[in-house]
């Protein structure tokens, strides 16, 4: 049974490296952009634009501007008139450049050792759904049955979450493993760990990875006001998302997508690829705790951290750089200073933490896509963004979370968590790349 | 074999399915032919052009000893999973292991999940206009208010996978993949992984679908692989068969313990099967949504690949087989180039017709069907009517006694992903 199940496994585990990113998000639609507006504390959330939503009690979201959004319904002109969901075409975009990034665009080509791991979020449930079937205030389900062909292509029915990460296989000829991950706010890091994995023991020489969601549409946008953990404010938007800060009252929601290219060493060196960083570990655990709401330690946290530590075969003292999940909430926020802590020990207080969400808002499933690209650019450039809109300092946290003003220091790793509802958790680590003398 | 070796074993199996709870009693039925298929029940379903499926009897959350405050955001497809997670566990005897809660790991391929009409319509009710038209000012100011704060967590399919662990309190590794047959797949492959790589200790793998309902009725006639001719002439699915003509959903759910094959045999377990190798292939059919001939093929050659096997060593394919014209059609073409050879002596099996499509459900059932077959060295009858004649293969339509050691088994995805997993009788 030694040769069951990847042959490779039994050989050195093969090595994991970055080499294409694209992303879309409320900072724009190219990595080189958003990296410097992120890098100046430039905040991607701005005032609601969804017509009708007027009354929201969320208006303040991180929305892909219109702009933006008709670009890319121009590069993807024949799925923008079939798709109805904008994160299918959001993560259509950040594959696309990321891919070109990584110098592939000879589509044509059968690409079987080639593959996606995608987050997505959930469907749209629309109101119309409901009320296009109503007679004498009740769900008439014949009807419904009879007329199903009438259901909106916006709608859940139509469209399933696989299929963002089935049109990038279809649209750029990856013809390996194909999957899609759903673990709510950790699905994104979740993905690129299984994308990290697949590469490492041979299921697949090249990884498409990431995540793209959306949420802004009227039961989306009411969606974490029920569960408690939006904020409502009507202050500014732009100083609503306020990670760390004592201040901090709840997510802000951002749509969009960020995808990275992870694929074997040696395979990117053949292709004569730029090679931003390695993957060094992965790493996911379980709260087993509430569905409703994290363990107030922090203990998956601290788990996944130590696991990814552990597969990395890296000490705490070796990282430099944390991209938290940070989502401005009390409890979030809280719970993962007091993991960072635990996990850390003496050495948290040296290491420089950033939340991406206070620049683009929570993405929910597809966050760990653009905050692993923000990762993977620290790590490769010295540089790491700020959290901003942290001005009130909260007792209970009380780490370097970088506040307001970007950072120049040298990054040999950073770390990158991602919680989700439910209590999954998943922690992916990133280190400079140094050829094969490591 | 040795105590050494790194092979990955099930120790435990959780069954859930239209034709009973538990291994035995869905052996039993489907020995004997049954199908659960049938007239839909829990709402009307006479407006929908397919009226028909194979429904779970009735899991109640009480006897499950789930408390109301956590059923209300639950549903079929929650209470299957966390029965078979329990049984699966128990049997595996991890209730009494000494293995730590974070080295137990999760994986499972999950389905969409469907809200249930009278979840959003007061809410839908309270923001209709004097003329009945949806007033979006009334809906963000009153009408939202009118649905459960809570009712968001039972929408995303990953809080029924997290009412599971807290059950069970397991707190390691783990991922939910969605949505169609491969994800389950999926969830078995990485289970199988993190066990090699000894991220976890032991594992429970496997998928469920989706609950039968107005909505998951509609997203899979909006997909095209359901019969939609209502023909109860014959069985409504049949695989394989000249007159197929479209698939029917499923209600169902397994779920398997994996662990070493060292550690079962430290803990005095024992191991119903081996799961030896598995692989993925993505390519769409253009005229249809799902995998094409090629990524079937590829799919299967790298299962055998990675399990260190040739095509003739197989005994038995338990095939995706669902009663599609198109699905069935590329999966005979594909059996016949893989297992060219030897196709003469290609048994193959299917049990959509009598389980339905169960989607993320549906490789874990068929693991554990096949588990039942490698113990009793019995195929069971495939529910279908006359093959195509296009099949070189032996279709399984009566039950057959062989000597069973090595199975095959194939699932597709809705969006072309194409899955095959092998497992070996423990030996």
Known sequence: MENSVNPDKNHKKRRVVVTGLGMATSLGLHVEESWGKALNGISGISKLTLPFAEKSPVQAVGEVGEKDWQKIQEEFKEESLTEGERRTLFALWAAKNALSDAGISDYGKQRDNCGVALAAGLGINRLEDIQNWINDRNFNIKRFGMEYSRVHRESIMRNNSHRPSALIGKRFGLHGMNCTVTTACASATQAIGIGYRSVQRGDADLMVAGGADSMINPVGLVFFVLLSAAATSSESPQTLCRPFDRKRAGLVMGEGAGIAILEEKSHAVRRGAKIYCEVAGYGSSMDAYQVTAPHPQGRGAEQSMRAALNDAGMNSHDIDYINAHGTSTKLNDAMETNAIKNVFQDHAKNIAISSSKSLIGHLLAASGGPEFVFTVLSTERNKVHPTINLTSPDPKCDLDYVPNMHRSMTVRAALSNSFGFGGQNASIIIIKYHGDEQ | ?427
Not at chain 2, 203 to 224: H, N, T
Not at chain 2, 230 to 252: K, Q
Not at chain 2, 264 to 278: D, F, H, I, K, P
């Open chain 2, 1 to 427: 074999m040795s105590l050494t070796d790194n092979r990955v074993v099930i120790t435990g199996a959780g069954i859930v399915c239209s034709l009973g709870i538990g291994r035995d009693e869905v052996w039993d039925a489907l020995l004997s032919g049954k199908t659960g298929i049938s007239s839909i029940k829990g709402f009307d379903p006479s407006g929908f052009e397919c009226k028909s499926a194979a429904q779970v009897k009735d899991l109640n959350p009480r006897d499950l000893g789930i408390h109301p405050r956590d059923s209300r955001i639950m549903d079929t497809h929650s209470y299957m999973l966390m029965k078979c997670a329990r049984d699966a566990f128990s049997q595996a005897g991890l209730d009494k292991a000494s293995i730590p809660k974070e080295d137990i790991g999760f994986f499972a391929g999950m389905g969409m999940v469907d809200y249930k009409a009278e979840d959003l319509l007061p809410s839908v009710l309270k923001s209709l206009n004097s003329s009945g038209s949806l007033n979006y000012d009334m809906f963000y100011t009153d009408g939202y208010r009118e649905i459960y704060p809570l009712w968001p967590l039972s929408m995303l399919n990953n809080i029924s996978f997290c009412q599971v662990a807290i059950s069970l309190d397991m707190r390691g590794e783990n991922t939910v993949f969605s949505p169609h047959a491969d994800s389950g797949a999926q969830a078995i492959a990485e289970g199988v992984q993190t066990l090699l790589d000894s991220r976890a200790q032991a594992v429970l793998s496997g998928g469920v679908s989706e609950k039968i309902s107005p909505f998951s009725l509609v997203r899979g006639l909006l997909s095209g692989i359901l019969n939609t001719s209502n023909d109860l002439t014959e069985p409504v699915c049949r695989p394989f068969a000249a007159g197929r003509n479209g698939t029917v959903l499923g209600e169902g759910c397994g779920i398997l313990t994996l662990e070493s094959h060292q550690s079962a045999v430290e803990r005095g377990m024992q191991c119903l099967a081996s799961a030896t190798g598995y692989n993925f292939a993505f390519e769409s059919d253009e005229k249809f949504p799902g995998p094409s001939a090629r990524a079937l093929g590829n799919a299967m050659q790298g299962a055998l690949n990675s399990a260190g096997l040739k095509p003739s060593d197989i005994d038995l394919i338990i095939a995706h087989g669902d009663g599609t014209i198109s699905g069935d059609k590329n999966e005979i073409l594909a059996i016949h180039k893989i297992f060219a050879d030897c196709i003469d002596k290609v048994n193959v099996f299917s049990s959509k017709g009598a389980l339905g499509h169960l989607l993320a459900g549906a490789p874990a059932v068929d693991i554990i069907l096949g588990i039942s077959m490698l113990d009793s060295g019995i195929v069971p009858p495939t529910i279908t009517s006359s093959p195509d004649s296009s099949i070189l293969f032996n279709l399984v339509r009566k039950p057959l006694r062989m000597n069973l050691q090595k199975i095959l088994i194939n699932c597709q995805s809705c969006e072309g992903q194409a899955a095959s997993i092998i497992i070996e009788a423990a030996g």
